[in-house]
């Protein structure tokens, strides 16, 4: 006989936590189906929708009094879901390239990775130490999670699916660059933790051969090897009846996933294996209409994975943490959406062959979001800040991802409708 009850109360019992979650994630559910589904008839985004429902389910969360997840302590929960997004968006993105390999069709994004990135995290690092009064270490991981751009929210400006028309120059610069520049950014993000939890500078050689050399081109070899690999095995699977076409569908996401992980596993960035593990897929068959199908399933998890990460993201925020910040960090979003970004890109384009509109376009679309919630809760489960510190770093970070979200969504449509007229 058992002792206590165990899930059972007398009377009624209403206002359960878990069926108030299921409750409202089927609303969303219906929500972004909706939003997809008349993407280009509004003059915003859909991420603007889901954060809209996610702060909502934070008010409701706040009426109820049930607390909700705290980005500090539950921080690998957080890291592992904004993970997962980041998988296979920049594994999408790489499907979708359409552009040869050559330095002359890369040479801009290059610029983008190895110019605007590095002096973006070291204008956040500095602000943060000047106005903020950050450490050296926060300032630097502040400055590495929010220096790159977005695969997942920069979807809808970047590259456009397989089989279609080539993209111009700006689409393919601007998603080339949201989906690269993430795992380039995880060497800066390891400088930071360095600084903050060993200081001084004799682990310098180290971290240059191990977290910037090795981890990237083992990280690119491993990614571009698996995504031959899986591409030449879904054709011949489908081609040999021995794929389902109804199941052929996803199969980029369990790709995605090996490469991410066994990258991973041998120490290299699994986000940059991820990316060429997508271009290589392409590149096996470059015509092959199973690309689009693959693509399409792809994407389908991608929007998916946005709509989780934004609605987490909603719900987490408080009155309390968007005080956090203070003056210096709700300061920092404008100052570097607005200014930073454009300055950078505008200079660094300033000869290119692109259009003045063009040029406007990549530079105004340097969207910020999971990638950039994924290093600050990396860093937060590093343990190598301050409790206040962290604090800052997550949601200064987060303000960031917000204010982009709504500048940028409310500005999406407008703008690709422009660089199409």
Same mark, same amino acid.
């Given at each position: 006989?058992?002792?206590?009850?165990?899930?059972?109360?007398?009377?009624?019992?209403?206002?359960?936590?878990?069926?108030?979650?299921?409750?409202?994630?089927?609303?969303?559910?219906?929500?972004?189906?909706?939003?997809?589904?008349?993407?280009?008839?509004?003059?915003?985004?859909?991420?603007?929708?889901?954060?809209?429902?996610?702060?909502?389910?934070? &008010?409701?969360?706040?009426?109820?009094?049930?607390?909700?997840?705290?980005?500090?302590?539950?921080?690998?929960?957080?890291?592992?879901?904004?993970?997962?997004?980041?998988?296979?968006?920049?594994?999408?993105?790489?499907?979708?390239?359409?552009?040869?390999?050559?330095?002359?069709?890369?040479?801009?994004?290059?610029?983008?990775?190895?110019?605007?990135?590095?002096?973006?995290?070291?204008?956040?690092?500095?602000? &943060?130490?000047?106005?903020?009064?950050?450490?050296?270490?926060?300032?630097?991981?502040?400055?590495?999670?929010?220096?790159?751009?977005?695969?997942?929210?920069?979807?809808?400006?970047?590259?456009?699916?397989?089989?279609?028309?080539?993209?111009?120059?700006?689409?393919?610069?601007?998603?080339?660059?949201?989906?690269?520049?993430?795992?380039?950014?995880?060497?800066?993000?390891?400088?930071?933790?360095?600084?903050?939890?060993?200081? &001084?500078?004799?682990?310098?050689?180290?971290?240059?051969?191990?977290?910037?050399?090795? *981890?990237?081109?083992?990280?690119?070899?491993?990614?571009?090897?698996?995504?031959?690999?899986?591409?030449?095995?879904?054709?011949?699977?489908?081609?040999?009846?021995?794929?389902?076409?109804?199941?052929?569908?996803?199969?980029?996401?369990?790709?995605?996933?090996?490469?991410?992980?066994?990258?991973?596993?041998?120490?290299?960035?699994?986000?940059?294996?991820?990316?060429?593990?997508?271009?290589?897929?392409?590149?096996?068959?470059?015509?092959?209409?199973?690309?689009?199908?693959?693509?399409?399933?792809?994407?389908?998890?991608?929007?998916?994975?946005?709509?989780?990460?934004?609605?987490?993201?909603?719900?987490?925020?408080?009155?309390?943490?968007?005080?956090?910040?203070?003056?210096?960090?709700?300061?920092?979003?404008?100052?570097?959406?607005?200014?930073?970004?454009? *300055?950078?890109?505008?200079?660094?384009?300033?000869?290119?062959?692109?259009?003045?509109?063009?040029?406007?376009?990549?530079?105004?679309?340097?969207?910020?979001?999971?990638?950039?919630?994924?290093?600050?809760?990396?860093?937060?489960?590093?343990?190598?800040?301050?409790?206040?510190?962290?604090?800052?770093?997550?949601?200064?970070?987060?303000?960031?991802?917000?204010?982009?979200?709504?500048?940028?969504?409310?500005?999406?449509?407008?703008?690709?409708?422009?660089?199409?007229?």
């Amino acid at each position: 006989m058992l002792s206590a009850p165990l899930a059972a109360d007398i009377g009624f019992k209403v206002a359960d936590e878990f069926a108030l979650a299921v409750v409202g994630f089927g609303v969303a559910l219906f929500a972004a189906i909706g939003a997809l589904s008349h993407q280009r008839d509004r003059v915003f985004s859909a991420s603007v929708i889901y954060l809209m429902l996610g702060l909502m389910a934070a &008010g409701a969360l706040s009426l109820l009094g049930i607390a909700p997840i705290d980005p500090i302590r539950d921080a690998l929960l957080v890291e592992h879901i904004t993970e997962l997004a980041l998988i296979v968006a920049v594994f999408s993105t790489g499907l979708a390239i359409n552009r040869r390999l050559s330095w002359d069709g890369w040479r801009a994004v290059a610029g983008l990775i190895g110019i605007v990135l590095p002096l973006s995290i070291a204008a956040i690092a500095l602000f &943060g130490m000047l106005a903020m009064g950050l450490s050296l270490g926060a300032a630097i991981v502040l400055g590495a999670a929010l220096g790159p751009t977005d695969p997942v929210l920069a979807g809808d400006v970047g590259v456009e699916a397989p089989g279609t028309p080539q993209e111009g120059d700006a689409r393919f610069n601007l998603g080339t660059e949201a989906a690269l520049n993430d795992g380039f950014a995880a060497p800066f993000v390891l400088l930071g933790i360095f600084v903050a939890g060993h200081g &001084g500078t004799d682990w310098l050689a180290e971290w240059a051969a191990a977290d910037v050399l090795y *981890a990237i081109v083992v990280g690119a070899l491993l990614g571009g090897g698996g995504g031959y690999v899986f591409g030449a095995l879904a054709v011949r699977l489908r081609d040999a009846q021995m794929l389902d076409r109804r199941l052929d569908f996803y199969f980029a996401v369990p790709s995605a996933l090996v490469v991410y992980g066994s990258a991973e596993f041998v120490g290299a960035y699994g986000l940059v294996a991820a990316f060429c593990a997508g271009v290589a897929f392409r590149r096996y068959d470059f015509e092959h209409e199973h690309n689009r199908h693959v693509y399409d399933g792809a994407e389908v998890i991608e929007k998916f994975g946005e709509l989780v990460v934004l609605l987490l993201l909603g719900t987490m925020v408080t009155t309390g943490a968007l005080q956090v910040p203070g003056v210096a960090g709700w300061v920092l979003a404008p100052l570097l959406l607005i200014v930073i970004r454009p *300055a950078l890109v505008m200079g660094l384009f300033a000869r290119s062959r692109m259009t003045i509109r063009e040029r406007a376009f990549v530079a105004w679309f340097g969207v910020r979001g999971v990638a950039a919630l994924y290093y600050a809760v990396l860093v937060v489960g590093a343990d190598v800040l301050a409790p206040a510190e962290e604090a800052t770093v997550f949601w200064t970070v987060a303000v960031c991802v917000m204010v982009s979200i709504v500048i940028h969504g409310l500005s999406a449509t407008s703008a690709m409708r422009r660089m199409s007229g």
